[in-house]
């Protein structure tokens, strides 16, 4: 390549960022590291009718847990600032003012009622209004004014807006880089506003004038900004502009039905939507979040990585560094992508397995803290746990699981599961657990394989069924009849600790 890659994410500060939100920030990260471009951060906030107090921190906080990084922008060093749009204000006006000198652009003084009026009158007779070559000429604005009027207009302090002339029945040839060649005729668009009365620019004026000035090389964004594609590529046209190269990434859809993924979706099928918690300020209303929902950064990147993008290989699982190395925007899908949760969910057990015991012994450590009520320290305990980690890894799929699969490792069982007791606790078990207590009283060398190796050499001489000591025993010691080799937790808890339960169990059970 060429000129030299600079990407930019621009969102816009009008609520959370949801994770197709994060996903074009993610390739247009992927695509500017593997080019070795710079990647910038610049904030949309020019509609300050839909500004939403926290949001900027949110999307902030939400790519810097996603492991997205900025060269450049908001925040960051850079000499193409302020990287803020509603800090830019004087750009935007000197730019307009050149379109509006070249006939590009012309001074709208129509009064929303009154627009509101002619579009009722079009729908009447079943057209549809639009503001263009046909209907300006005709509408109050400054293609219909003398100098002297338009400027007695705009010192009354008259409403006004600027509108793009869109010259007529013009055909619009674009290229994505996903889609290839995009066609369209200028007479299907509407003369755009593009400042609003407030003197504020519009998304597609300070956009593409931001995108020029921070010479942006590559627009990496949603598949919902490609109709405006053709506004953008007439404006550039207008300012006599290189244009930069753009691709549009497919929606993110429903994991069942038709449409796109909306925050809904997850509140009813229980899966997050949003890189982070987010509590909506006006409603209070709190959606749940990838990260506090117990997802590692690693598997966030990795499933969103997958929605809409393939290595063209049989392979899944990716760490960021990877990703960087293969991205390629030539395998970026035309079609929706559908989320899938139940694959969300396997990214993060495959990431989980990826983990060293190490690695998770360190953030098991805070769970159990936490959990425990107290700190605990040593090598004791870090030693233990490491076996608890090691026992149970292959199953869990969250940090959170090694607690709610392996909390027998640290407590005793306050109560024991009510169907598990119906089915596994029967008349002749407290003779039997009695009996079992002894045979384990007995043992010297307590090691799985010699407790293994006792008890089945009574079980024998009893002549009874393995699973009539098993489970019962499993019960005392567990609470339930799950969790890993009954042997193993016995060796772990240790010889008191077990027999202990085995009583407690007794106690517990026998007097129901
Ligand atoms: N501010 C726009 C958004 O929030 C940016 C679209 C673009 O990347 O051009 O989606």
């Not at 803020?84 to 050149?98: F, G, H, M, V």
């Not at 089915?423 to 045979?439: D, F, R």
């Amino acid at each position: 390549m060429s000129k030299e890659v600079r990407l930019r994410f621009a969102p816009s500060p009008t609520g959370p960022l949801h994770m197709g939100g994060v996903r074009t920030a993610l390739f247009n990260y992927l695509f500017a590291k593997k080019h070795e471009g710079t990647m910038i951060l610049r904030i949309e906030d020019t509609d300050q009718t839909r500004f939403v107090p926290g949001a900027e921190a949110y999307i902030k906080e939400s790519l810097s847990w996603t492991g997205i990084e900025f060269d450049e922008g908001v925040g960051e060093k850079g000499n193409f600032g302020p990287y803020k749009q509603s800090q830019r204000r004087d750009i935007y006006a000197k730019y307009i003012q050149e379109l509006l000198k070249n006939g590009k652009a012309y001074y709208a003084f129509d009064t929303p009622e009154s627009l509101d009026k002619i579009r009722k009158e079009h729908e009447a007779k079943g057209e549809r209004f639009m503001y263009n070559h046909q209907t300006r000429l005709r509408l109050d604005n400054s293609l219909n004014m003398s100098e002297k009027e338009l400027n007695e207009g705009l010192e009354k302090g008259d409403d006004y807006v600027i509108r793009f002339k869109i010259e007529a029945n013009k055909e619009v040839k674009m290229n994505d880089l996903i889609r290839g060649e995009v066609r369209v005729n200028s007479n299907t668009l509407d003369d755009k506003v593009l400042m609003k009365s407030d003197g504020l620019p519009t998304y597609h004026l300070a956009n593409i004038i931001d995108d020029h000035l921070m010479q942006i090389s590559h627009v990496i964004r949603g598949e919902e900004w490609l109709p405006s594609l053709p506004l953008h590529y007439l404006l550039y046209e207008a300012f006599g502009w290189d244009k930069p190269q753009f691709a549009h990434l497919p929606l993110i859809m429903k994991p069942v039905g038709k449409g796109k993924l909306s925050k809904r979706d997850g509140a009813k099928m229980g899966f997050p939507v949003f890189p982070m918690e987010w509590k909506d300020p006006k409603t209070g209303e709190i959606y749940a979040g990838y990260k506090e929902d117990g997802y590692f950064q690693e598997s966030f990147v990795n499933l969103l990585a997958l929605l809409g993008w393939n290595p063209g290989t049989e392979q899944e699982v990716f760490t960021m560094d990877e990703l960087i190395q293969i991205f390629d925007l030539s395998r970026v899908n035309k079609s929706g992508a559908k989320f899938d949760p139940e694959k969300a969910k396997w990214f993060q057990h495959q990431h989980l397995q990826a983990k060293s015991t190490d690695a998770l012994l360190d953030l098991f450590m805070p769970i159990l803290q936490e959990k425990l009520g107290y700190i605990i320290e040593g090598k004791a305990i870090r030693n233990y746990s490491k076996k608890v980690i090691d026992l149970l890894k292959e199953r869990a799929t969250f940090m959170k699981d090694f607690w709610e699969q392996g909390q027998f490792f640290y407590v005793a069982p306050q109560e024991y599961a009510p169907k598990a007791v119906k089915k596994q606790w029967k008349s002749q078990t407290p003779e039997l657990m009695a009996e079992v207590k002894e045979v384990l009283q007995a043992i010297k060398n307590w090691e799985a394989g010699n407790i293994k190796e006792k008890i089945s050499e009574w079980i024998t001489s009893k002549e009874i069924g393995f699973g009539k000591v098993m489970q019962p025993l499993r019960l005392s010691l567990v609470g339930d009849l799950k969790g890993p080799d009954l042997f193993v937790i016995l060796e772990m808890l240790g010889k008191d600790e077990s027999l202990h339960r085995i009583e407690n169990a007794l106690t517990k059970l026998s007097n129901q």
